[in-house]
T-cell receptor, first 114, second 112 residues
Framework: DSGVTQTPKHLITATGQRVTLRCSPR?????VYWYQQSLDQGLQFLIH???????AKGNILERFSAQQFPDLHSELNLSSLELGDSALYFC?????????????FGNGTRLTVT | DAKTTQPNSMESNEEEPVHLPCNHS???????IHWYRQLPSQGPEYVIH???SNVNNRMASLAIAEDRKSSTLILHRATLRDAAVYYC?????????????FGEGTQLTVNP
């Protein structure tokens, strides 16, 4: 158990809809990262927050947004969903923003867009 | 980000050592070498990291070449639970922030 909690585990929704994925980091971790994993793209970095502030953006679509709240939990909002957004979405946390702090991943939210 | 090259797949037998290679010929002096693995239906899991010296922990050993252009992850006695995709990743906060950039990794199959 990594200590990172993601909810929900599974989500099935229709095209055009909006969903919110939630992540609770490990206790004491200030950094939260979001990743998308699809069959054809592998693990893609989306966005990184550190102590409530956005630190880096990766391949995140404009239809997607995220935030990290004062209690350090994070939410990833996906809107105007398309079939191609079907994927596993992982959240990870680490204690700091450094090149040595390991990332601890949750078990993901599986999103299916029909 | 500096690139790594790993074999697409490797096979091993249970209870035998496994050596997973990684080439990173364009590594910079400030890049740390990280290894993660992803078991089926789970998120990636941290295995080990190092800079220049060989490293050991309870999961594995990391052997780093003297010129740092390659490294090897060593699982001393493979178990069926070690079947996973293993990712070798270079990490340098100065150039790419603290995120991890995953490649394709090596799919390790462990035979009973």
């Amino acid at each position: 158990d990594s200590g990172v909690t993601q909810t929900p585990k599974h989500l099935i929704t229709a095209t055009g809809q909006r969903v919110t994925l939630r992540c609770s980091p490990r206790s004491g971790d200030l950094s939260v990262y979001w990743y998308q994993q699809s069959l054809d793209q592998g693990l893609q970095f989306l966005i990184h927050y550190y102590n409530g502030e956005e630190r880096a953006k990766g391949n995140i679509l404009e239809r997607f947004s995220a935030q990290q709240f004062p209690d350090l939990h994070s939410e990833l909002n996906l809107s105007s969903l398309e079939l191609g957004d079907s994927a596993l979405y992982f959240c990870a946390s680490s204690v700091a923003d450094s090149r040595v702090s390991p990332l601890h991943f949750g078990n993901g939210t599986r999103l299916t867009v029909t | 980000d500096a690139k790594t090259t790993q074999p697409n797949s490797m096979e091993s037998n249970e209870e035998e050592p496994v050596h997973l290679p990684c080439n990173h010929s364009t590594i910079s002096g400030t890049d740390y070498i990280h290894w993660y693995r992803q078991l089926p239906s789970q998120g990636p899991e941290y295995v080990i990291h190092g800079l220049t010296s060989n490293v050991n922990n309870r999961m594995a050993s990391l052997a780093i070449a003297e010129d740092r252009k390659s490294s090897t992850l060593i699982l001393h006695r493979a178990t069926l639970r070690d079947a996973a995709v293993y990712y070798c990743i270079l990490r340098d906060v100065e150039t790419s922030g603290s995120r991890l950039t995953f490649g394709e990794g090596t799919q390790l199959t462990v035979n009973p």
